[in-house]
Nanobody, 125 residues
Framework: QVQLVESGGGSVQAGGSLRLSCAASGFTFRTYCMGWFRQAPGKERERVARINKDYYTNYADSVKGRFTISKDNAKNTLYLQMTSLKPEDTAMYYC???????????????????WGQGTQVTVSS
């Protein structure tokens, strides 16, 4: 059974940092494209960052230079290090996984195969 379980969310003040984790199980983690998405109330879901099977990363312009996506294949865990947080980063954050492009990410859009339940991040000013 595939599971993606996010953790590490919470409430922080603007300028603070958080590290999100996503524990994966039930599939061959190292061969998948992994992504972090977020959705704020009343807004569309946004792709934040992604990392492919070869560790190539890509970021949304809104988080570039502040967020870092990484993964540990030995631990089947995906991370999102978030620094210099802003109130506009407030959202539910989700991790997602897909292997339809052989572990590559480009071209997937937001149609990932597996999704976690999300972890809330709230940034106050």
């Amino acid at each position: 059974q595939v599971q993606l379980v996010e953790s590490g969310g919470g409430s922080v003040q603007a300028g603070g940092s958080l590290r999100l984790s996503c524990a994966a199980s039930g599939f061959t983690f190292r061969t998948y494209c992994m992504g972090w998405f977020r959705q704020a109330p009343g807004k569309e879901r946004e792709r934040v960052a992604r990392i492919n099977k070869d560790y190539y990363t890509n970021y949304a312009d809104s988080v570039k230079g502040r967020f870092t996506i990484s993964k540990d294949n030995a631990k089947n865990t995906l991370y999102l290090q978030m620094t210099s947080l802003k109130p506009e980063d407030t959202a539910m954050y989700y991790c997602a996984a897909d292997d339809r492009l052989g572990g590559l990410c480009q071209g997937l859009g937001q149609t990932y195969k597996y999704w976690g339940q999300g972890t809330q991040v709230t940034v106050s000013s």
